[in-house]
């Protein structure tokens, strides 16, 4: 199903785009819009930063997100809360059912620590966001700790975490209600080295609801 | 020489510390906590808890394991503890949380024990070498775990009883770093608001520990070898 199928029967759209891999998106969505990512062909690790669009500072923050929910994976009722504590955003829809928010983004410089030199000079998810992060002002400083939607990183009562093949198929999505205005940036992860991509990387579908 | 300090609980502190150094933590009391951030020697690259994790594929924090940097650089080796938890994945708490379960407490009412959040020591003291709100990331909570359920959600539980008195963690520094420690509570406890102390020790690494006595994963190995300490 593509992301314009998938819109046709939910009314106006504010934004159908597509983001293809090891490409970016920054985008706006004001309170109450809805954003849909749509992980067309499965298994696409889509890494995702969440700032107040009023006030970069006041960012999403994985680790008070966890705290507060008191569970490490995010799915439908998730709210996404910020370094105060605010609510940027609640996940109202998820056909895919589990999304990481502890396995952070790869990074040229994570990508030689785990798998060697040889990947130096991969294309990788922090340079995307510094790449379109930077018209809002958003460098190295203002990059937290990320979502990253459609990948399974199972963690478990022994203190292992590994990652896993994808939970996720064609067509899965996840839906985010914006609880105030946001700046949403998005990385769609280029990764070649680990089972987050399926090992291989695709496409995936941006739908937005707002007037 | 060494250095020693006791940071009260639910106090604030920070310090630089040359590479090569041997910082050791001890629990004055039980159930104390050590909220800890660390930038490396250029000021910039920050303690990164997701690639730290995922690296030496551990939820937790335990020895041994290498504390990594947002550009893939050992900061600091956790060469040994008596406990094989830090919590890693609950942040730290906030004064709206301690002012929720405890009511308001400041300064004029409570004097030097008021009620102060890890997030508002930790801001102080990173405030204090020039950094701020800006710079907060993932923290270690040494001495705390947060028990993972093997459900559908991953559920998270504090434990009580984790530490005692005398518990203690070396690190071992490998580039030049600021530390940033809160002894606040931890925010997932529910003990009544008694934070204990730690006392902080840093003296030089007489006897390194070598990569092979501390049985490093590869990817360790890497990250020091990209701090260009690669010791033994």
Known sequence: ?211 | MSYQHEIPGGAAWSAPIRAGRLMTLTTLAAGANASMLIIGADRLDRLNVPDTLKSQLSACIAPAMVLMSDRGTALATVVRSSLDWHDCLAGFGHDRQLEERFGPSSYAKDGNSWRRSARLGLVSELTKHGFGEADLHGCVNFFSKVGISDDSRATLTFVPDHSAAGDQVSLRSEQDLLVFVSTAPHPLSEQTYAPGGVRVEISSAAVHDTVAELKLRDEAVRALEQAGRLAG
């Open chain 1, 1 to 211: 199903m593509s992301a314009t199928e998938a819109a046709l029967d939910t009314g106006l759209t504010a934004l159908d785009r597509i983001v293809e891999p090891g490409d970016g998106a920054l985008i706006p969505v004001p309170s109450g819009g809805r954003l849909r990512i749509v992980d067309l062909h499965g298994n696409q690790a889509v890494d995702t930063l969440f700032y107040d669009a009023h006030d970069i500072d006041n960012r999403y923050s994985a680790f008070d997100t966890i705290r507060e929910q008191q569970a490490v994976y995010l799915t439908t009722g998730s709210r996404l809360v910020s370094n105060r504590l605010d609510e940027l955003a609640v996940i109202t829809d998820d056909t895919c059912g589990r999304h990481d928010t502890i396995g952070g983004a790869c990074s040229q410089e994570s990508n030689v620590i785990r798998y060697g030199e040889f990947t130096r000079h991969q294309h990788a998810c922090r340079q995307t966001f510094l790449l379109y992060g930077a018209k809002a002002g958003i460098g190295q400083r203002q990059l937290g700790h990320n979502v990253n939607f459609f990948m399974n990183v199972p963690v478990d009562s022994r203190g292992n975490l590994r990652f896993d093949d994808g939970l996720s198929a064609p067509g899965r999505y996840v839906e985010l209600t914006a609880s105030r205005d946001l700046l949403v940036l998005i990385s769609n992860c280029p990764q070649l080295n680990n089972p987050c991509n399926g090992w291989n990387p695709t496409p995936v579908g941006l739908l937005g609801w707002w007037s």
